[in-house]
């Protein structure tokens, strides 16, 4: 896996576990700080629903955030609070699109140990049956120079094609309210960087329970994408289309999901936590012809230290 990947999915990982807004599950957590540092050693996977993935696997996790008067950095996102009262809070926030995070799996560790017969991937990010490339060593001294390019075109017009996608980053604005029944956010963003020109809007509900020094985190959640946002990741354009993988125009779309997050305080420090996360993606992504699977999902466990 690639440490651009590794660090994304660790930055993922851990906002899951730093699920733990307000509700202490014992009197022994540390104060509250400007700055929340974290690190948890332990095991877990997510999903990649990409043909030709690997699921992704989780060992370290860091938990990063700090809180200023206004600004604030939370496990990758930047943002700025606008309005903070005892009813709601609502924040400016630039973030990764987290789309790119399957695609720069495949794109990156696939090429990476493959190129070779038993990954069925070359350099242009190609899935095959069998992977083999051609090679003019290996026709045993074959004098017809254009059968190998030959050969080798037709096996990609052959091969399911995974095409090529940029990073594209996120701003928007999101409203935060709590209270004793649980905890509202709402959110919408947009593209800033050009890439795909969408924009994605997500409404979540959330609540904790405590019991003893356990404390036990449901959260649910919907989120739209536009037909730009999802045909950008998940279409296939007329000049990148083979036999294989055929045009495909992505439109808009809900994913829903759910979370559940278990912790047991073992003192103001230490801490063991179990995630599961379960991800439908909508039609218009599964249908994709690249696309395996209609979900995603993401199961950790580990002890976490807390500095």
């Known amino acids: ?11 993922l990982i851990s906002g899951l576990l730093a699920m733990n807004t307000h509700a202490t599950a014992t009197d022994d957590v540390v104060s509250d700080s400007r700055w929340n540092i974290g690190v948890a050693m332990g095991y877990g996977k997510r999903s990649n629903p990409l043909s030709g993935h690997k699921d992704l696997p989780i060992v370290a996790v860091v938990d990063l955030s700090w809180y200023g008067d206004h600004w604030f950095f939370d496990n990758g996102d930047v943002g700025l609070t606008l309005i903070n009262n005892d009813f709601f809070t609502v924040n400016l926030i ?22 070779t017969a038993s990954s069925g991937v070359d350099n242009n990010g190609v899935v095959g049956d069998s992977g083999a490339e051609g090679d ?10 254009n059968g190998d390019d030959d050969n080798q075109g037709n096996d990609e017009q052959n091969s ?25 956010e709402a959110s919408i963003s947009q593209d800033i960087s050009s890439n795909h020109n969408g924009f994605s ?17 449901n959260h649910f959640g919907i989120t739209w994408n536009n037909q ?16 294989a993988t055929p045009p495909y125009r992505a439109d808009s779309g809900y994913n829903v999901y759910t979370r559940f ?11 063991f936590a179990i995630l599961m996360d379960y991800e439908q993606l909508s039609s218009a992504i599964s ?7 209609d979900y995603i999902w993401s199961v950790y466990s580990g002890f976490k230290y807390r500095f």
Do not use: C
Request: proline share 3%.
């Open 94 to 115: 630039t973030q990764l699109a987290p789309h790119r995070w399957y695609f720069e799996h495949t794109s990156r560790q696939l090429i990476t140990f493959g190129g």
């Open 261 to 271: 997050l278990a912790r047991y305080y073992l003192s103001k420090r230490w801490s």
């Open 228 to 243: 730009d946002l999802n045909h950008y990741y998940y279409g296939v354009n007329d000049y990148e289309a083979n036999r």
């Open 1 to 11: 896996m690639s440490t651009t990947l590794k660090t994304l999915v660790i930055t």
């Open 287 to 293: 249908d994709s012809p690249f696309i395996d699977n």
């Open 201 to 217: 809007t997500t409404l979540s509900y959330g609540k904790n329970y405590v019991a003893g020094r356990w404390l036990f985190s």
């Open 136 to 145: 003019g060593a290996s026709n045993g001294g074959d004098d017809t120079p």
């Open 160 to 184: 399911l094609l995974i095409p090529d996608r940029d990073w594209a980053i996120e701003s928007g604005i999101e409203i935060l309210a709590d209270g004793q029944w649980g905890a509202i």
